[in-house]
């Protein structure tokens, strides 16, 4: 009889995530202290300084979410009403709800087939006088081509912002650094991400003057160095400093979390090499394996069939595209077709996780070859 196994760790379960020690001490040192708000302590800003030396870059502005940081940057771009913001329909609703809540508008540009990350030809046809800047999406963890996306925004003087809540130490095919060519870019410390404080969000850029106008945003556009005049508008998006201290202890184990995420996915890759009709990412070097996006025939017949043999997995990742949200009102179905596509019936996401052993990668891909033809 087959031993009853273990379902896999999950990022709601202590085995799949990585507290230890070092959060706990965090956690105590902040109460110790007394001083739980940012303003007045010392951990949000030392998790600052650390973010920008991890990412070489001159300043990070911590906040309370991932979408904090992306209203941070679409304000400090200037984005406001009668502006748009090109960006992605197959992302969190944390990369378009910064633009709505400025009062601009969001231009959806369709997405490459083999990987949902933007088309850089179809960013640059959606591209007008209105526009202010491209939101960038490294969609779970691959990098969208962000070359060519840098060039456009050149060209057109725009503001490019990289979400990478995804992508935390994502590379793209020539080992660049993803969050390092963006004016801005935005990370995310919610729960399901490469590491976690619960909610909280980096924004980090090379720009004094995007730096000043984030900085100004994220505490209600206050310059308390000034005295208490408000310059700007801005809101309360402070980041509280028990989150910043258990920050800054995860920012110590995210390069060893990425690289033990690689190391499975290359597991895996070899494993269902040659399956014909369910496929890894071609480009996977330099992947940060947020998720495993695989492309298959029918997405919701191998969800069933995986489910059956004990894998969870989400097709489509979304239930749809950004724009078919009521959230959303005024966009047409098939606005981006391969988007669509790609949600309906070709994407297969399958949970990913550090701490996911080589039995673990072993089982996952026999379920795959089980359900897959060669
Ligand atoms: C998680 C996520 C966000 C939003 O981050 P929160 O911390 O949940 O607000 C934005 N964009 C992408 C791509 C994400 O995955």
Not at 23 to 38: K, T
Not at 151 to 162: F, K, M, Q, T
Not at 171 to 177: F, T
Request: glycine share 8%; charged share 25%.
């Amino acid at each position: 009889m087959p031993e009853r196994e273990m379902p896999l760790p999950t990022d709601l379960d202590p085995r799949g995530r990585t507290f230890g020690e070092e959060e706990r001490a965090a956690v105590l040192r902040v109460l110790d202290s007394a001083v739980l708000c940012s303003s007045f302590g010392s951990e949000a800003r030392s998790l600052e300084a650390e973010m920008s030396h991890l990412y070489s870059r001159r300043e990070a502005v911590a906040c309370s979410s991932g979408t904090a940081a992306l209203h941070l940057a679409v304000a400090a771009a200037g984005a406001g009403p009668g502006d748009e913001v090109v960006t992605t329909p197959i992302s969190d609703f944390g990369t378009v709800a910064p633009v709505m809540a400025q009062g601009a508008r969001v231009k959806f540009a369709d997405v490459r087939a083999e990987d949902g990350n933007l088309d850089p030809a179809a960013v640059e046809a959606a591209i007008t006088p209105r526009t202010k800047a491209v939101i960038a999406v490294h969609l779970f963890g691959a990098a969208a081509d962000i070359v060519a996306l840098r060039a456009i925004c050149d060209r057109h003087g725009l503001v490019l912002i990289e979400d990478c809540a995804q992508a935390w130490l994502g590379e793209d095919e020539e080992g660049r650094l993803l969050g390092t060519l963006g004016d801005i870019a935005c990370f995310s410390l919610q729960q399901f991400k490469h590491i976690t404080a619960g909610d909280g969000g980096l924004a980090v850029t090379d720009d004094p003057e995007l730096a000043r106008g984030m900085r100004l945003f994220m505490d209600k556009g206050w310059d308390r160095a000034e005295g208490r005049i408000h310059r700007r508008m801005g809101l309360n998006y402070r980041m509280p400093e028990l989150v910043a201290a258990v920050a800054r202890a995860q920012l110590g184990k995210v390069a060893d979390v990425v690289s033990r995420r690689r190391r499975r996915a290359g597991q895996l890759a070899a494993a269902i090499d040659g399956l014909r009709d369910c496929r890894m990412p071609e480009r996977r070097e330099g992947h940060a394996w947020w998720v495993v996006p695989l492309l298959v025939d029918d997405n919701a017949r191998w969800s069933k069939r995986l489910l059956d043999l004990g894998i969870p997995s989400v097709p489509g990742y979304l239930e749809r595209p950004l724009y078919a949200n009521p959230a959303m009102p005024g966009y047409p179905p098939g606005l981006c077709p391969r988007a669509e596509e790609l949600i309906d019936r070709t994407l297969l996401v399958l949970p990913w996780n550090e701490a996911y052993t080589e039995d673990d990668v072993d089982r996952i891909a026999r379920a795959l070859c089980e359900v897959g033809a060669r």
